[in-house]
């Protein structure tokens, strides 16, 4: 948690604490991209689990827990042998109210770890953007006060959906074809299947590595990839956006109400 205290020895206001937020990172190319410049303002401790790097045994000191997204499924444990501490963290966060964001895989895994149900996707895959909705739940939730009361553009890329939400999710906003784009579970927990932090040099990646199965999908990988090129802007601003609401909950902060 951030505060600012008094230094006991001059009297005045000493330096604030910054918030620790631990960073579960699954590849090269899927790092915290647009959210680095926002989160700029914590402790990151950036986990990369495949390359080595131990996952901590629990949440002491943590501030809140982002985990990002990767190719594998959030059931492949023979592919990624670091996923079942990974959902224990997330379970965890949320029992213990240290907040949670996933992220596409992150997204999965938390549903995963909380009694959702994920699954291969039944419409395959979904890339480039999309237009995200925000649901009558969005009111008031601290993730997403600072977007949109519409709808806002998200960068898509995954295989697998969330078909379920855990008992007690929320849904705070929908899409089309996959509809559970971003859920609430408890007070401090979020999952979002789309990506406020992918950079438009990553997703041009990603397409060119998943071209078959995007061009087998009816998708143009190059025209996806120039969408979120060309969105740069606005999606600098759903990452800002994202990132200040779940800052706000991590230090405690109150956040505006929704445009």
């Known amino acids: 948690m951030s505060a600012t205290t008094t230094d006991p020895i001059t009297g005045g206001p000493a330096e604030a604490v910054r918030p620790h937020l631990l960073v579960i990172q699954h590849q090269d ?88 149900r994920v699954e291969r996707g039944a419409h395959g895959i979904e890339a480039g953007l999309s237009a995200i909705v925000p649901t009558a739940d969005a009111e008031g939730d601290p993730l997403m006060a600072a977007l949109p009361a519409a709808a806002f553009p998200g960068p898509q890329g995954h295989h697998d959906a969330i078909v379920e939400l855990p008992p007690g999710a929320v849904l705070v906003a929908t899409g089309h074809p996959y509809p559970h784009q971003a859920f609430r579970l408890g007070a401090t927990a979020w999952g979002v299947q789309y990506h406020p932090e992918v950079t438009a040099e990553d997703f041009a990646g990603w397409m060119r590595e998943d071209a078959p199965l995007v061009v087998a999908a009816g998708i143009d990988p190059f025209v996806a990839a120039r969408a979120v090129l060309d969105a740069d802007e606005e999606l600098d601003e759903l990452a800002a956006a994202h990132a200040t609401g779940f800052l706000g909950v991590v230090t405690g902060s109150s956040l505006g109400a929704r445009r």
């Open 29 to 116: 190319d899927g790092g915290l991209g647009r959210l680095r410049a926002p989160f700029a303002a914590t402790t990151l401790d950036v986990r990369r689990p495949d390359r080595g790097e131990p996952l901590p045994d629990d949440l002491d000191g943590v501030g809140g827990l982002v985990v990002l997204g990767g190719s594998m499924a959030a059931w492949e444990d023979d592919v990624a042998p670091w996923l079942p501490q990974t959902r224990r963290l997330l379970a965890l966060g949320v029992e213990t109210r240290v907040p949670v964001l996933g992220i596409c895989l992150g997204a999965q895994l938390l549903a995963h770890a909380t009694g959702g």
